[in-house]
């Protein structure tokens, strides 16, 4: 007999349609067969599947049984095709007659005693399987069996049904018409709440007005900022702080980024969505791949894993410079391409990026408590490990000092991040109406032409950024993000057109380009 099953093979971060066809024939000696370009994992199913079928009760095929993954070309590399396969053979040896095999997916990994072991990318394979994120599946599919483990997560995507199961011989009834599973409900609006809150806020920074007000600015035009400033001034603390300012997720953004944390078994247990805006803080040992993607067959990246949110770079100098290089091309696309000879990928990586250094190699430059022996080339061969192409992809240069004593002692809070946000948040609006019916969400995002057109420079800021760009020696990029800088601290102060002090503000905010260390 020949049995087809619905299920779904993950490839990045995407889930593909896979079927899975089993035919069981009569044979003298009993053998298993498995085609379709499986991976390692996969060959190893059919022991699983084999022992799971006999400690569930049913009987395994004492007969030649072919097991094909179409399609044949796409490598399959994961155990979450066990409960399909185990289903199919039931179907396929006479143990299971259903009707409901064409209106299913099914994926799931099993356990030698048949109870199901959650499986990576369950939120992308319930997109695959939704006519809302897949409108070729409109035509046939009703819902995914999964895991129970995984049924929050998949549930995530409304008007699908799935179905939780905990054993094979459950998944095996249901099919079978003989016990009903009703489907695990949405709940995006009780996860948001539940899980949309922020731990750490900038009341808990002493001082550094200067440098909440940047970060202000930044996350109001989605703006990529760094950080220069002595060990222990506070660079880490307030980065750790810029996503509790930054607008909350919406559905679609939660969505988007839940499935690369999914698809890399990486979702925090108890947590099937996220609702915060990620903050990733890579060490500076980490890998070219590690940070971008890649591997044979390409996963993402920390660039993105902070797809939506933050991607904080401390010390930047520590960094390996080719690893820095790296960033170019998705700090200015918003996403990454990795190619490879079997396949290609294209992962999002819209992430803001915060960095930090030190203002020397010794970290106390300009520092009145600690004296820096550090000389003028110590210090530029220190500063060359960050290349000016990257620089030049930074929109805010600022300075960090260290705090003095008396604020440390202070009793008052600071700027906390409750009144932040809300700068944030009305500048956000103000941007959204500007560029509503375009591809542009933030100021940090504006073409060379919405540049000219939002940004019109009265002769008296012409003239400022004229003398600014001949004495900084500033690039064409970095000429257009003083622009940008600029339109988001209008924005952020209320004001309609650019004046002279907000192109002044922004000019200060390009600390690097002028050689502070001289």
């Known amino acids: 007999m020949l049995a087809k099953l619905h299920t779904l093979s993950l490839l990045g971060i995407d889930a593909l349609s896979v079927e899975v066809e089993v035919d069981v024939s009569p044979a003298a000696i009993p053998k298993i067969i498995l085609v379709?370009?499986?991976?390692?994992?996969?060959?190893?199913?059919?022991?699983?599947?084999?022992?799971?079928?006999?400690?569930?009760?049913?009987?395994?095929?004492?007969?030649?049984?072919?097991?094909n993954l179409a399609p044949a070309e796409l490598p399959k590399q994961a155990a979450s095709f066990d409960l399909a396969i185990a289903l199919g053979l039931l179907a396929a040896s006479g143990q299971l007659d259903s009707d409901l095999f064409e209106q299913y997916a099914v994926a799931g990994e099993l356990a030698l005693d048949g109870q199901t072991r959650p499986i990576k990318g369950a939120l992308s394979m319930a997109m695959s399987a939704s006519a809302d994120f897949a409108p070729e599946q409109r035509r046939k599919l009703r819902g995914i069996v999964v895991p129970s483990a995984n049924a929050a997560e998949a549930a995530v995507v409304e008007n699908i049904e799935v179905v939780a199961v905990d054993t094979l011989a459950q998944a095996a009834a249901f099919f079978a018409g003989h016990l009903p599973i009703e489907p695990t409900p949405s709940r995006l609006e009780e996860l948001f709440q539940e899980l949309g809150g922020y731990d750490v806020d900038f009341a808990d920074v002493r001082g550094q007005e200067m440098a909440k007000r940047a970060i202000t600015l930044a996350a109001a035009g989605n703006h990529n900022l760094l950080m220069v400033g002595p060990p222990g001034s506070g660079k880490t603390m307030l980065a750790k702080?810029?996503?509790?300012?930054?607008?909350?997720?919406?559905?679609?953004?939660?969505?988007?980024?839940?499935?690369?944390?999914?698809?890399?078994?990486?979702?925090?247990?108890?947590?099937?969505?996220?609702?915060?805006?990620?903050?990733?803080?890579?060490?500076?040992?980490?890998s070219n791949a590690g940070l971008v993607g890649g591997g044979s067959i390409p996963s993402p990246g920390e660039i993105s894993l902070a797809h939506n949110g933050v991607l904080f770079l401390d010390e930047l100098p520590e960094f390996h410079r080719q690893t820095l290089e790296?960033?170019?091309?998705?700090?200015?696309?918003?996403?990454?391409?990795?190619?490879?000879?079997?396949?290609?990928?294209?992962?999002?990586?819209?992430?803001?990026?915060?960095?930090?250094?030190?203002?020397?190699?010794?970290?106390?430059?300009?520092?009145?408590?600690?004296?820096?022996?550090?000389?003028?080339?110590?210090?530029?061969?220190?500063?060359?490990?960050?290349?000016g192409p990257l620089l030049d992809r930074i929109d805010l240069h600022i300075e960090v000092p260290a705090v003095p004593y008396g604020e440390l002692a202070a009793s008052a809070h600071g700027t906390d991040s409750k009144s932040m946000k809300e700068s944030v948040v009305a500048a956000r609006e103000r941007q959204t109406q500007r560029f509503e019916g375009t591809a542009t969400r933030t100021n940090a995002q504006m073409t060379s032409r919405q540049l000219r057109e939002v940004c019109p420079l009265d002769s008296t800021c012409q003239k400022l950024l004229e003398q600014s760009v001949d004495q900084l020696g500033l690039s064409a990029r970095a000429h257009d993000k003083v622009l940008r800088v600029a339109r988001t601290i209008a924005d952020v102060d209320g004001a309609n057109d650019i004046g002279v002090e907000h192109i002044s503000e922004a000019i200060n905010y390009r600390m690097l380009d002028r050689q502070f260390w001289s």
């Not at 990454?336 to 000879?341: D, F, G, L, Q």
């Not at 203002?359 to 408590?369: I, K, M, V």
């Open 241 to 286: 702080r810029v996503p509790s300012i930054l607008p909350g997720l919406s559905a679609e953004e939660s969505i988007e980024t839940t499935r690369i944390y999914s698809a890399l078994g990486k979702l925090p247990y108890g947590k099937p969505l996220l609702a915060r805006r990620p903050y990733r803080a890579p060490h500076h040992t980490i």
């Open 326 to 387: 790296v960033l170019r091309q998705p700090l200015e696309d918003g996403r990454v391409s990795i190619s490879r000879a079997l396949s290609s990928n294209e992962f999002p990586a819209d992430f803001m990026l915060v960095a930090s250094l030190n203002p020397c190699p010794c970290g106390y430059r300009n520092d009145r408590r600690r004296e820096c022996h550090c000389t003028i080339p110590q210090i530029e061969r220190y500063m060359s490990k960050i290349s």
């Open 36 to 67: 379709g370009l499986p991976e390692a994992a996969v060959k190893e199913s059919t022991h699983r599947i084999e022992r799971a079928l006999v400690n569930s009760g049913y009987v395994r095929p004492q007969n030649r049984v072919v097991i």
